[in-house]
T-cell receptor, first 114, second 117 residues
């Protein structure tokens, strides 16, 4: 599958701080997705982006679909302890034959201290 | 009740044993997937199924097999488990709108943590 490069690998921040993470690919994506995985759980979709340049918010989360279609950013404002988890970027494989399975980045592990 | 369930949640087994992981869903989705998660590697696709009669290999299918017993059930088997198959395994489902250009959200189960000694 297409490789997604996600950074940073981990973040250790204080409650109230803003967080920014990004994902890049050598190939173009038509959709960018951001998932969060809580400890001991499966990933849950946070935000889906469908158009280059699109900026979408979900509460304190904001994600952008890069204009080149090769990158995406996720920002979390005023972090709280329940933001702890692993954040994954993902993009659907463009080939119908692959069933639109997801290519995942390696994840950004976020730790928030009170 | 959870829409996507996986059993068992945890399993410890020995090298060479046959293991089956089961996934059930009540979402009525046609498409089901098995992923493997290793620390620092994200999730990688093992197998996927469009419907009961359709099974396809994913990125890392070697050493695994699957069975789609019904629309709601998709099982993953390790015929002869080996230590490097120690990982967290996720089942996921998605709907299909009939539009090839569209993406449908995938819903994940809670995972099965498998340890092969």
């Amino acid at each position: 599958g297409q490789q997604l490069n996600q950074s940073p690998q981990s973040m250790f921040i204080q409650e109230g701080e803003d967080v920014s993470m990004n994902c890049t690919s050598s190939s173009i994506f038509n959709t960018w997705l951001w998932y969060k995985q809580d400890p001991g759980e499966g990933p849950v979709l946070l935000i889906a982006l469908y158009k280059a340049g699109e900026l979408t918010s979900n509460g304190r989360l904001t994600a952008q679909f890069g204009i080149t279609r090769k990158d995406s950013f996720l920002n979390i404002s005023a972090s709280i302890p329940s933001d702890v988890g692993i954040y994954f970027c993902a993009g659907p494989s463009p080939s119908f034959l692959s069933g639109y399975a997801l290519n995942f980045g390696k994840g950004t592990s976020l730790l928030v201290t009170p | 009740d959870a829409d996507v369930t996986q059993t068992p949640r945890n399993r410890i087994t020995k090298t060479g044993k046959r293991i089956m992981l089961e996934c059930s869903q009540t979402k009525g989705h046609d498409r089901m997937y098995w992923y493997r998660q290793d620390p620092g590697l994200g999730l990688r696709l093992i197998y996927y199924s469009f419907d009961v009669k359709d099974i396809n290999k994913g990125e890392i299918s070697d050493g695994y097999s699957v069975s789609r017993q019904a629309q709601a059930k998709f099982s993953l088997s390790l015929e002869s488990a080996i230590p490097n198959q120690t990982a967290l395994y996720f089942c996921a489902t998605s709907d299909f709108t009939g539009e090839l250009s569209s993406y449908n959200e995938q819903f994940f189960g809670p995972g099965t943590r498998l340890t092969v000694l």
